[in-house]
């Protein structure tokens, strides 16, 4: 919790409960189970727009604390990473808190490209004497699913070709 420098009291944060953010576009999931070469839970990683923008420059308003973990640039691309180890540390493999979008529970899971609305909290940490604020992934509605969609398999024309071993002969075979 951020400290007023004038009379040494903590700052009341402002919406550190709960946050909705709508719209966000899906770069890198770990969704469908934990990633275990970090050991860094479930995660999603998306793209930062405008929504999530305002909300980091009201965090760090409000806190006094300038350091959000999880962001990164990745060429020319911000993004931001939401974490939670609670369910995989429990050995729960599938992040259970995925919605579509009418609210429901579904067994799918979004990856890159999908638009995703979450819920985060987020939470100011004091480690080493440096305070940090991290943004807890809480739950996931998946709005539109843009993955995979662009792939399309050629069509194969029938040329006549069948598998059928007709009138093939042993000793002819190469093999």
């Known amino acids: 919790m951020a400290v007023s420098k004038k009379t040494g009291n903590t700052k009341s944060p402002v919406k550190m409960d709960s946050q909705k953010v709508f719209g966000l576009t899906v770069k890198w999931s770990h969704l469908l189970k934990p990633d275990l070469e970090y050991n860094s839970g479930h995660s999603v990683t998306v793209e930062i727009n405008k929504e999530l923008a305002k909300l980091q420059k009201e965090l760090i308003a409000q806190t006094g604390v300038k350091k959000i973990n999880g962001l990164k640039d990745d060429d020319g691309v911000k993004l931001a990473s939401f974490r939670n180890k609670i369910h995989s540390s429990e050995g729960v493999e599938r992040f259970p808190r995925i ?65 059928a071993n007709d009138n093939l002969e042993d000793d002819k075979l190469p093999f």
């Open 99 to 163: 919605y579509d979008k009418d609210g429901q529970i579904t067994a799918d899971c979004p990856f890159g490209g999908d638009e995703i609305n979450v819920v985060i909290k987020p939470k100011v940490w004091e480690m080493n004497g440096k305070q940090s604020i991290s943004c807890y992934l809480e739950q996931v509605q998946w709005v539109k699913k843009n993955s995979g969609d662009s792939v399309t398999f050629e069509v194969i024309k029938d040329d006549g070709v069948s598998f």
